[in-house]
């Protein structure tokens, strides 16, 4: 089985300083990592995915995330926020032991609000 | 790249009737899409898994008969919605994977708000 927690329902962050929304995961094998966002009334897009290689991943709008797996953790951060990050985000992940097409496990999502 | 497209955005239908959603790959061939379902200020519930060519795998507690998937081509796959009722009012989300690998991320469609009267 694996599973996705997201211990955070809201983070609040000024504009301009760093955010992090945290992220831990348990599957039984090794994972893949899914970052996405979700805007109101709107479908999920993605933003980034660790799947090997360096722990450390780059994705859209300057968002980052850091695979660490002793700590089973892949939390999302940026330097600097922006009021248009405020959304849902929303964490998953999928085995990567299992086949093709295998289903995203998701978090519960937390909302980011950035504020001037 | 990799867009997925729903029709309609939004449907409002009565109570007993049925509703059709569509969920398109619009860049690339899909041999997997899958359809969520989602509650107000929760998560996704994934619903079904879809591959093309072959009747969908539903989840645990998903009616079969109720929510009729159909994945007609590599690009294409409708939802519908049998005898709708009001708790059947919801956002319904799908998505798609690029076909090939294990590393297909899901590409997701933009979601249709369905509201049963």
């Known amino acids: 089985a694996q599973s996705v927690a997201q211990p955070e329902d809201q983070v609040n962050v000024a504009e301009g300083n760093p955010l992090t929304v945290k992220c831990t995961y348990s599957?039984?094998?090794?994972?893949?990592l899914f970052w996405y966002v979700q805007y109101p009334n709107r479908g999920l897009q993605f933003l980034l995915k660790y799947i090997t290689g360096d722990n450390l991943v780059k994705g859209s709008y300057g968002f980052e995330a850091e695979f660490n797996k002793s700590q089973t953790s892949f939390h999302l951060k940026k330097p600097s926020a922006l009021v248009s990050d405020s959304a849902l985000y929303f964490c998953a992940v999928r085995d990567r032991s299992t086949g093709t097409a295998s289903k995203l496990t998701f978090g519960t999502g937390t909302r980011l609000q950035v504020t001037l | 790249g990799a867009v997925v497209s729903q029709h309609p955005s939004r449907v409002i239908c009565k109570s007993g009737t049925s509703v059709k959603i569509e969920c398109r790959s619009l860049?690339?061939?899909?041999?997997?899409m899958f359809w969520y379902r989602q509650f107000p200020k929760q998560s996704l519930m994934l619903m079904a898994t879809s591959n093309e060519g072959s009747k969908a795998t539903y989840e645990q507690g998903v009616e079969k008969d109720k929510f009729l998937i159909n994945h007609a081509s590599l690009t294409l796959s409708t939802l519908t919605v049998t005898s709708a009722h009001p708790e059947d009012s919801s956002f319904y989300i799908c998505?798609?994977?690029?076909?090939?690998?294990?590393?297909?991320?899901?590409?997701f469609g933009p979601g249709t708000r369905l509201l049963v009267l």
């Open positions: 860049d690339f061939q899909a041999t997997t």
């Open positions: 599957v039984s094998g090794n994972p893949y």
């Open positions: 998505s798609a994977t690029v076909a090939g690998g294990l590393q297909e991320t899901q590409y």
